[in-house]
């Protein structure tokens, strides 16, 4: 019979492979392209950080840990590019997140699926938080980097603008107009 | 003048650089070195996991940003491997720190230095259970990847135990057991 702690040491072997799923973007001094598990990183610190500018209330330890699980479900469903088809995402990360779960012990699953479920009903300020600064890190990412995947597949301004400032606008209007100027500024060039 | 937010995407660029920090370890599946980044990110994640595990009372919300935090340093020192000299890496480590502080608006730098010092004093029960947390992925990562760092560096059993035990078995004796047969069964073959 498996111990809390070999269930555990399961889990904890199953997202490793987070480090293995690649994303559209690169890390920001352009030498490869970034994985989601140390995305997941830089956003549950981006999450710390920006604690000032996000809504009063917010629960800040929350969203860290939103951060820190928000794409374990790539580690099945793979990686879908924000300005790609979207159609089949929802159903195959609820698939891989289940799958997850059934791995942990039942405190664990229970605590951890809350936890995703909020972030991905995407109503909560926590949600909402999140949502904006993971949008924002890519959009950072190509703005230092010569708006890689931006150019790689040809998305323009308008998608840019269309995808990231509904949310940013709404959650992080400052930091929102940083990102503005940064779009106006790379594709003006 | 910077703004806290400009403040904030520079300390947010300056930190990326840990996803190139290489560690002694590989990542689970054996494919190339893990980085201090993604390291981070599985070390916070072990640290909600394992909650049920630690000492009552422990402030796990902390524990999980001592994570976040706590390897941000090696930006300018680099990794030292555990079983290297430790000469000089706890004043590189504090000048690295000092100066990234240096880079945040004064809220942000007060709230991570009280994090981090907590962390690197290694005396409330928040730090201890991260240390140990810290101290069992890379053995684990060896026991998965046939002692890989170990046999690279000609690292003993004695080393292994002398290291890993002391801090282990104080603040997560269960888990302790399941590392001590782990390098009992590596040795043996």
């Given at each position: 019979m498996h111990t809390e702690i070999d269930s555990l040491l399961i889990f904890l072997k199953e997202i490793?492979?987070?480090k293995s799923v690649?994303?559209?973007c690169l890390i920001h001094n352009g030498g490869r392209h970034e994985n989601s598990a140390e995305h997941s990183w830089h956003l549950a610190l981006a999450a710390l950080l920006f604690q000032g500018q996000a809504a009063k209330g917010i629960d800040i330890n929350k969203a860290i840990k939103m951060a820190l699980l928000h794409d374990i479900v790539e580690i099945d469903a793979g990686d879908t590019f924000i300005?790609?088809?979207?159609a089949g995402k929802k159903e195959k990360e609820l698939a891989a997140f289940q799958r997850l779960?059934?791995?942990l012990p039942s405190a664990q699953a229970i605590?951890?699926?809350k936890i995703w479920e909020e972030f991905e009903e995407g109503q909560?300020?926590?949600?909402?938080?999140?949502?904006?600064l993971d949008r924002f890190l890519p959009l950072y990412s190509n703005y230092l980097n010569e708006g890689y995947s931006w150019k790689k597949h040809g998305?323009?301004?308008?998608?840019v603008i269309a995808k990231?400032?509904?949310p940013m606008i709404a959650a992080l209007p400052a930091l929102w107009e940083k990102a503005q100027a940064m779009v106006d500024g790379w594709f003006k060039t």
């Open positions: 490793d492979r987070l690649e994303r559209q300005y790609a088809d979207q779960m059934s791995l605590e951890l699926t909560s300020q926590e949600a909402q938080y999140v949502q904006a998305i323009q301004k308008a998608q990231n400032k509904p």
